[in-house]
């Protein structure tokens, strides 16, 4: 196990009726007037809104509402909420929705506090010194947002997917109702499971040495997602379930599960990146066909912990490591395949022709991944074993 230190500032409330506390939150904060940054309909639609609103109506928090914040969230857009939280003159801002706007807040509220161009800060010409503080309400459980430091962004007219991390970004406190989470899609649910697996998939194999702990607890967060997605798309409104896959979520990528590891490997997350930017895709939707390719082209790097996971995941244990690897990584595309989500690069309508264009896009800022690392005719191998 590597030394590690560990640090997570984030204050949550977890479970039903806990979405009143954030006015509470704020005034204790020291805070009178937030940006509330939303999407564009599901948080009016279920009386999220109304609640986040009164809470806030009801602790004197004055609030400028800044909605139409997209799935895969653009420059753009952020560029606009930095200048409203300017021009409103803001004390912090509030993330009220999923990922995408967690994301956003985040990148808003660093924006806000520095003086150039706030892609500056993707791209390593300037450093995250300050940032507005960060609150939210969560209203799906995918990308961890809630709970850690990161985020990302796309550039849309470059193709660039981009994400910053910084310990500015952390929320100071974040909400999880997972009562709320029941109106979500079939898709929407399906989606953020897989991206809850992609984090952990992310840290399992990045060729750490020694982190039996770590391992059982990635594990477990896998097994309990695959259990418990199956019971959502049977009865979404089963509570239990959807607190069971809101907590996997958080302690998915909140820091936690990446303690005395390398740091992740990162790969499949940045291939499925170049893909989304290109064509729009849903994260998880991408996440779903790109992960088991990354595993067929990079098992024999660490067949060891490959065949753990066969063993762990699916029950496989008979057979030479190599088979119970590659059945595995079957079992995992059929897995997807049952719940509903693509499993090709076709399904999701990416053009073969454009290959080699998002490989070379996925690997313009370095090479990829940390078991193996990939440049661009890697990621182009990838994307044709992904294809059909």
């Known amino acids: 196990m590597n030394n590690f230190t560990y640090y997570n500032p984030t204050k949550i409330y977890f ?13 204790e904060h020291g805070i009178r007037k937030v940006l509330l940054v939303c999407g564009r309909q599901s948080i009016f639609s279920t009386g999220v809104y109304d609640r986040v609103s009164a809470s806030l109506v009801g602790w004197h928090v004055d609030f400028v509402r800044f909605s139409g914040v997209q799935s895969n969230p653009v420059l753009s857009k952020v560029q606009e909420g930095i200048q409203l939280g300017r021009k409103e003159e803001v004390d912090a801002v509030l993330a009220v929705g999923g990922g995408s706007v967690f ?38 459980s995918a990308t961890g947002s809630e709970m850690n ?7 849309a007219e470059e193709n660039k997917k981009w994400g910053i991390g910084s310990r500015h970004l952390y929320p100071r406190v974040s909400i999880i109702d997972p009562e709320f989470q029941a109106y979500l899609s079939a898709r929407d649910t399906v989606n953020g499971a897989v991206d809850i697996m992609s984090h952990v998939f992310e ?15 990635s594990e477990a967060i896998i097994r309990t997602v695959m259990k418990n997605v199956k019971i959502l798309l049977t009865n979404p409104s089963d509570y239990e379930a959807r607190a069971q896959i809101a907590w996997a979520a958080t302690l998915a990528l909140n ?19 170049s893909v989304s930017a290109f064509y729009n895709v849903a994260h998880g939707a991408g996440l779903a066909v790109v992960t088991p390719a990354w595993m067929r082209y990079v098992y024999k790097e660490d067949p060891k912990t490959f065949a753990r996971f066969a063993e762990k995941i699916f029950g496989i244990t008979t057979g030479p ?68």
């Not at 300037?126 to 609150?135: G, R, T, V």
């Not at 119970?324 to 049952?338: D, G, P, V």
């Open 255 to 273: 820091n936690s599960n990446g303690t005395g590891r390398r740091g992740g490997d990162w790969a499949a997350h940045d291939i499925e990146h």
């Open 321 to 388: 490591q190599e088979e119970k690897t590659l059945q595995a990584i079957e079992q995992l595309i059929n897995f997807f395949r049952e719940i509903g989500a693509p499993v090709t690069l076709k399904e999701l309508g990416v053009k073969y022709e454009d290959l080699e264009k998002m490989a070379g896009n996925a690997v313009q800022q370095r090479p990829l991944g940390k078991l193996k690392k990939l440049q661009k005719e890697d990621v182009l191998a990838i994307y044709k074993m992904a294809y059909e």
């Open 203 to 217: 840290l399992y194999f990045d060729g750490s040495k020694n982190v039996e702990l770590m391992q059982e607890y």
């Open 103 to 140: 994301d956003s807040a985040k990148v808003i509220a660093a924006g806000v506090k520095h003086e150039g161009d706030v892609w500056d800060l993707f791209t390593g010409q300037a450093k995250i010194e300050d940032a507005l503080p960060i609150f939210g309400v969560l209203t799906l």
């Open 15 to 27: 479970g039903k009726d806990t979405i009143k506390n954030i006015g509470r939150e704020l005034r």
């Open 149 to 155: 430091g990161n985020a990302v962004i796309t550039k």
